[in-house]
């Protein structure tokens, strides 16, 4: 089941910057500022990891491999999630989810392709 939709995926050179989206539909999510929404990604043959978290309160986490070039952040009243990501690396080539923690929702995924 489909529940989340992410957009903004692309090809991109080394050291380019994209801007991913995650739309939450309104009919599906009636509730959205509580949510810890989440970034991962996953490459060819790879784990889907985990890249970045962005909860209902706190701070947001990072994995270490993109800390310091990558942001996440939302609005909740649009029930969409961002994930700037800048200073893109070969090894960010990935498709990329967007995930409801602790949740059964996900994306089909938007794919990145960082050409070097």
């Known amino acids: 089941q489909v529940q989340l939709v992410e957009s903004g995926g692309g090809l991109v050179q080394a050291g380019g910057s994209l801007r991913l989206s995650c739309a939450a539909p309104?009919?599906?999510?009636?509730?959205?500022?509580?949510?810890?929404m989440a970034w991962y990604r996953q490459a060819p043959g790879q784990e889907r990891e985990l890249v970045a978290v962005?909860?209902?309160?706190?701070?947001?986490n990072y994995a270490d491999s993109v800390k310091g070039r990558f942001t996440i952040s939302r609005d909740n009243s649009r029930k969409v999630v961002h994930l700037r990501m800048s200073n893109l690396k070969a090894e960010d080539t990935a498709t990329y989810y967007c995930?409801?923690?602790?949740?059964?929702?996900w994306g089909p995924g938007t794919q990145v392709i960082v050409s070097s």
């Open positions: 309104r009919a599906i999510f009636s509730v959205f500022a509580p949510l810890d």
């Open positions: 995930h409801v923690e602790r949740g059964a929702a």
């Open positions: 962005s909860p209902s309160s706190g701070s947001a």
